[in-house]
């Protein structure tokens, strides 16, 4: 898996605790990975200008709690897409609602919103938007 952009990039050397998860994670998943980086991308709309990509191609998290198990429950969709509470809950097999603060970082390892949707210090339930498969590059 490789970013490629017509803009301002670079590979990254020095790797932060979470890059590093989600290294681990990509190569675990795929054997060819190159991460690249730009100071560009603050937001999605940013990454898709930065990166010269679809907006499909960023991919996002959504992290719910099962409200019978109390697990965390790992939703992965692309940019253009959200999450749907009822298809959610049936791919889950229980109703769920809003992981708070605590039950995110305890699964994740880091804070919402620092990071990114793998690299989970923690195994996690996952479901993935199939959407994304019609990209060769994320």
């Known amino acids: 898996m490789a970013l490629t952009s017509p803009r301002t990039r670079f590979q990254i050397v020095n790797m932060s605790k979470i890059l590093k998860l989600v290294r681990a994670t990509l190569e675990n998943l795929w054997a060819d990975i190159t991460i690249l980086k730009t100071n560009l991308a603050h937001t999605a709309a940013d990454a898709v200008f930065a990166i010269g990509c679809d907006k499909d191609q960023i991919i996002k998290?959504?992290?719910?709690?099962?409200?019978v198990s109390g697990e965390a429950i790992l939703f992965i969709t692309t940019d253009g897409n959200r999450v749907d509470p009822v298809k959610a809950a049936q791919l889950g097999s229980e109703t769920l609602g809003k992981a708070n603060a605590a039950l995110t970082r305890e699964q994740r390892g880091f804070a919402i919103g620092d990071g990114s949707p793998i690299g989970y210090l923690h195994p996690i339930r996952a479901f993935s938007d199939p959407r994304r498969k019609e990209f060769e590059q994320i």
């Open 61 to 67: 998290s959504c992290i719910l709690k099962g409200n």
